[in-house]
């Protein structure tokens, strides 16, 4: 199974660590100053993306010293270093892509990334944004399993179009049953599981699935 990780470059404090079982197996693509944290760790991505205004001369140097298959970008352009380098991962086709360092910054950065989980719904690529505290994954109608994980008790459902029909949870701490969800509507928010495995069904419409933890938790180490 072929696995991508992307790390943009937000704040370092909310990237989880490289070694965690999700990320293990994972090729590693550097966008922008993302790059720089990868090889500041010893991490050899397979491609590089962006304009990097954002890193020093001394960091540049570096970077040049390590011979990478970079994509220079201009500054003023029209997408995102982070769009470009999600379209090259959907073209290389992996079964699942992790995308880190793209919340916690700029706000308008970090609502486009999760805007961009939309490129991979229709795609073989499953994408998930996740940070210390948050896992972030669209959805489209269905039925999903959602594993119980200690690190994220909390699981919240975000409408991302305007209307969510037919929504069935089981397992969960607040069950529902053929309810409907709209846009800006806060019903499904902080629910949890009750058993090891539940279950989230929908007909129509495209939810957010948010997986988190409190901040003193992560601080704790879950």
Same mark, same amino acid.
Request: aromatic share 6%.
């Given at each position: 199974m072929k696995e991508v990780a992307i790390l943009a470059g937000g704040p370092w404090k909310l990237v989880p660590p490289f070694n965690s079982k999700e990320l293990k197996r994972c090729e590693w693509v550097g966008v922008d100053r993302g790059l720089y944290y990868l090889i500041k760790a010893g991490i050899r991505p397979v491609r590089a993306f =962006?304009?990097?205004?954002s890193i020093s001369e001394s /960091?540049? *140097?570096?970077? /040049? !010293?390590e011979h990478i298959d *970079? +994509?220079?970008y201009p500054a003023e352009k029209d997408a995102t270093d982070m769009e470009l380098a999600v379209d090259w991962v959907i073209e290389q086709q992996p079964e699942r892509c992790y995308i880190l =360092?793209? +919340?916690g910054g700029r706000m308008d950065h970090g609502l486009l990334n999760i805007q961009l989980l939309y490129k991979g719904l229709h795609t073989g690529t499953e994408?998930?944004?996740?940070? !210390?505290?948050?896992?972030?994954t669209l959805l489209k109608p269905g039925s999903y399993d959602?594993?119980?994980?200690e690190k994220f008790p909390y699981i919240s459902f975000v409408p991302f179009s305007k209307k969510i029909t037919g929504i069935n949870l089981n397992g969960f701490k607040y069950s *529902? /049953?053929?309810a409907e969800l709209f846009l800006g509507s806060s019903l499904c928010i902080s629910n949890e599981l009750i058993q090891p495995k539940g279950t989230i069904s929908f007909d129509d419409g495209l939810l957010l699935m948010i997986k988190s933890c409190d901040q003193d938790s992560q601080k704790i180490g879950l």
């Open positions: =962006g304009d990097f205004d /960091e540049r *140097l570096q970077i /040049e !010293k *970079l +994509t220079i =360092g793209a +919340t994408f998930i944004i996740i940070d !210390k505290q948050n896992q972030i959602v594993i119980r994980q *529902l /049953e053929k």
